[in-house]
Nanobody
Framework: QVQLVESGGDSVQSGGSLRLSCTTS????????VAWFRQVPGREREGVSC???????YYGDSVKGRFNMFLDHEKNTAYLQMTTLKPEDTGIYYC??????????????????WGQGTRVAVSS
């Protein structure tokens, strides 16, 4: 069973930074498309970013220029570096992975494996 484990969520003030981590011991992330989604109560999961198996990255419009996603192959960990955080970035952030990437990266139904989530709260 594939297990993705997120960490790094915290409460910060607007303008602050956080780095989220997603790691696993059950698959080799560089061979997968790995994504970050976020969700707030009452709303659908929103695609935040993705890195595919060719190391190409994708970002949602609301985070372009502020968030950076990268993969540390040695640590088998995907990171989401978040800067200039805004209150609207608040939510539970989930890591997801899929072996064959054939759909829109921001479609949550495209992913087979999910973590349990890590909470980010940004106050104004």
């Amino acid at each position: 069973q594939v297990q993705l484990v997120e960490s790094g969520g915290d409460s910060v003030q607007s303008g602050g930074s956080l780095r989220l981590s997603c790691t696993t011991s059950t698959i080799t992330l560089e061979y997968y498309a790995v994504a970050w989604f976020r969700q707030v109560p009452g709303r659908e999961r929103e695609g935040v970013s993705c890195i595919d198996s060719t190391a190409k990255t994708y970002y949602g419009d609301s985070v372009k220029g502020r968030f950076n996603m990268f993969l540390d192959h040695e640590k088998n960990t995907a990171y989401l570096q978040m800067t200039t955080l805004k209150p609207e970035d608040t939510g539970i952030y989930y890591c997801a992975a899929v072996g064959e990437f054939g759909r829109n990266w921001a479609d949550s139904e495209a992913y087979d494996f999910w973590g349990q989530g890590t909470r980010v709260a940004v106050s104004s």
